[in-house]
Nanobody, 126 residues
Framework: QVLLVESGGGLVEAGGSLRLSCVAS????????LGWFRQAPGREREFVAA????????DYLDSVEGRFTISRDKAKNTVYLEMNSLKPEDTAVYYC???????????????????WGQGTQVTVSG
């Protein structure tokens, strides 16, 4: 069974930091794209960041560029999202996702990602 399990969410004050983790299991993700999406109340789910396993290429939502960093530990089959300078508008459920087949570039559309985690809540007060 292919699984993605997120952790690390919580409540933090504006300006604070959190690190989300996503552990992948069930198969190799060495040729996948691993990404993070988020969904705020009353809004559609949106792309946040992604990393290509084959070469480490990353891409970010404009509003998080410079504040969030996505990284991957292949040995632990884990992808991280380091979030700094958090703002109240970052409040959302954050989902880890995997695009099994890498077509050569990071895709922002959620329908390209075929494995999803259950989500972890991030709440930024202030």
């Amino acid at each position: 069974q292919v699984l993605l399990v997120e952790s690390g969410g919580g409540l933090v004050e504006a300006g604070g930091s959190l690190r989300l983790s996503c552990v992948a299991s069930g198969r190799s993700f060495d040729r996948s794209i691993l990404g993070w999406f988020r969904q705020a109340p009353g809004r559609e789910r949106e792309f946040v960041a992604a990393i290509r396993s084959v070469d480490g290429t990353t891409d970010y939502l404009d509003s998080v560029e410079g504040r969030f960093t996505i990284s991957r530990d292949k040995a632990k089959n884990t992808v991280y999202l380091e979030m700094n300078s958090l703002k109240p508008e970052d409040t959302a459920v954050y989902y880890c996702a995997s695009q099994t087949k890498d077509y050569g570039a990071i895709n922002y559309k959620e329908n390209r990602y075929d494995v999803w985690g259950q989500g972890t809540q991030v709440t930024v007060s202030g």
